[in-house]
Every structure is written in structure tokens, then in C-alpha cells.
């Protein structure tokens, strides 16, 4: 009984450490994204994160072009050993497809059944006429910004 509470305990205690150390000092992940990935720097003594699109990588220097708006385009240059941190900025992952098939779905429905009133060849106008429409609804630009997401890429030991 002994032994299977330390190794419960050994698993406890020492997985995520290790998950931890593999996450945070994988310089290599850096060096891995693409050239233009939208990333966040952060520096030890910074006050502020810097955004930018990745330049070039190596051992030593990361190096990326700001993304500020209304500005003219910075290169920055940022020695590995002053990064507190590298954050990936990617979307969430919004449905906008999914979300215009399921509204022309609701727009065919409801257009079918209100042309299957007159008669079957008004159910199909109806519906085809529901579907472009709610659909084109659906895929108009949204005047919200799209949703990002931060993914930690490395911190610094």
C-alpha cells in the first residue's frame, strides 16, 4: 500500500514539473513558426509586450516587423537571453461557414414552409429564396474585431 501511495505521489509532483520545464525552455518552438505569424514579445525588464510578425530566428536574436497601426513598419530585434516570454497569436476559430449554412437552413425552412402555402413549385422559390438570403446575411463582414487567442510558445527559465 506504501508503494502505491509514493509512486501516486511521484506522479503527482513530478509530471508537471516536467510538462512545465519542456514547455517553457523550448526555444525551438520559436524557431519553428512561420516567417509573418503574429506573435507577442514580452522582455524581462519590459514594460509593455510587443506585437509583431516573426522576421527571422536563430539561437541568439528573434527578430520580427511591428504590426502597429498607422505607423510605418519597425524591425525589432530581440536577444533571446532578454525574452521573458513568446506568445502565438492566432485566431479562435470562428465558424463563420458553419454559421451561414446554418442560417440559410433556417431561411429555406422558413421560406419553404411559407411558399408551401400557395403551392410546391412556391415551396421551392421560397425556399431557395430564404437560403440566399438569410445566407447572405450571415456572410456579411462583421463590425466586431474577430476573436484571438495568446498560446504560450516560451517563457524563459
Same mark, same amino acid.
Given at each position: 500500500?506504501?508503494?502505491?501511495?509514493?509512486?501516486?505521489l511521484?506522479?503527482?509532483?513530478?509530471?508537471?514539473?516536467?510538462?512545465?520545464?519542456?514547455?517553457?525552455?523550448?526555444?525551438?518552438?520559436?524557431?519553428?513558426?512561420?516567417?509573418?505569424?503574429?506573435?507577442?514579445?514580452?522582455e524581462?525588464?519590459?514594460?509593455?509586450?510587443?506585437?509583431?510578425?516573426i522576421?527571422?530566428?536563430?539561437?541568439?536574436?528573434? %527578430?520580427?516587423? %511591428?504590426?502597429?497601426?498607422?505607423?510605418?513598419p519597425e524591425r525589432?530585434?530581440?536577444?533571446?537571453?532578454n525574452?521573458?516570454?513568446?506568445?502565438?497569436?492566432?485566431? %479562435?476559430?470562428?465558424?463563420?461557414r458553419i454559421?451561414?449554412?446554418?442560417?440559410?437552413?433556417?431561411?429555406a425552412?422558413?421560406?419553404?414552409?411559407? =411558399?408551401?402555402?400557395? %403551392?410546391?413549385?412556391?415551396?421551392?422559390? =421560397?425556399?431557395?429564396? =430564404?437560403?440566399?438570403?438569410?445566407?447572405?446575411?450571415?456572410?456579411?463582414?462583421?463590425?466586431?474585431?474577430?476573436?484571438?487567442r495568446?498560446?504560450?510558445?516560451y517563457?524563459?527559465?
Open positions: 500500500m506504501t508503494r502505491i501511495a509514493s509512486l501516486l511521484l506522479i503527482v509532483f513530478i509530471k508537471p514539473s516536467l510538462e512545465a520545464q519542456s514547455t517553457r525552455n523550448n526555444w525551438a518552438a520559436v524557431e519553428q513558426l512561420p516567417l509573418g505569424q503574429r506573435i507577442e514579445v514580452i524581462q525588464n519590459g514594460n509593455y509586450p510587443a506585437f509583431c510578425r522576421d527571422l530566428t536563430d539561437d541568439t536574436t528573434l %527578430s520580427c516587423i %511591428s504590426s502597429a497601426p498607422n505607423s510605418q525589432m530585434a530581440f536577444p533571446v537571453a525574452i521573458a516570454a513568446v506568445y502565438s497569436i492566432e485566431p %479562435s476559430g470562428r465558424f463563420d454559421l451561414a449554412l446554418i442560417t440559410a437552413a433556417i431561411g425552412t422558413m421560406g419553404g414552409l411559407e =411558399g408551401a402555402k400557395d %403551392s410546391p413549385k412556391g415551396a421551392t422559390i =421560397g425556399a431557395t429564396a =430564404g437560403a440566399l438570403i438569410f445566407g447572405s446575411i450571415a456572410l456579411q463582414p462583421s463590425p466586431i474585431p474577430p476573436d484571438i495568446r498560446r504560450l510558445i517563457r524563459a527559465p
